[in-house]
């Protein structure tokens, strides 16, 4: 076997892997954690023995699944509570969260599936999210009515977006973002949105 044989097919299984992860991520997020893996080798159009030589076991599947974006929105939080000035840091949070959900719909369920596996580093990034909020709140930035559950609420709410393309779904969240910011302020600033888009059913 040649090196750019070899090289082609670890290229074929990493596609393998990513699509398998990104069927996984959105049937689990849509019907819940019970969809079969024979089931999502199909959407993803592999064998099912494609799906285990990379997941030996569906845990592995749902870790796997999870991990890699709490991880990006672990670290997007981490971002926003350096910030010396919290209201800046809540926003920067929402505005990034609300973008990486437009791009990938499965992603607030890091924050609504309890996975044993996973279940240190989701309550690490809730703690770390509830932080700045209650930082924000004291600065005088946030509404005081506000709870963390309203922000989940909007984050899945930011996932229903549905357009024509991932630059459209982007460009709509944004747009909803700047409307959710607003309202979670606690003063009446209204700043000017970005512009309305064009949505349409995929």
Known sequence: MTAEVRERLRSD?????ARILAVARAAFAA???DVPIREIARRAQ??????????????????AAFAEPLALCSAIVEEGLADPDPWRGFRLVIEKLMEAHAL???LSRTFTT?????????????RMFARLLRDAKEAGGLRPDL???DVVVALMANEGIRASSPETR????????ALMIQSFRADP?????????????Q
Request: charged share 30%; net charge positive.
């Open 13 to 17: 299984a990493r596609d393998n892997r």
């Open 31 to 33: 019907e819940g954690l």
């Open 46 to 63: 592999v064998g099912p023995a494609t799906v285990y030589r990379h997941f030996p076991a569906k845990e592995a599947l749902l870790e």
């Open 104 to 106: 990938d719909r499965g």
């Open 114 to 126: 309890r996975l044993p596996y996973l279940a240190a580093d989701r309550d690490r990034t809730m």
């Open 147 to 149: 709870v963390l559950e």
């Open 170 to 177: 982007v460009a709509a969240s944004r747009r909803f973002a």
């Open 189 to 201: 600033v209204r700043e000017p949105l970005p512009p309305p888009v064009r949505l349409g059913a």
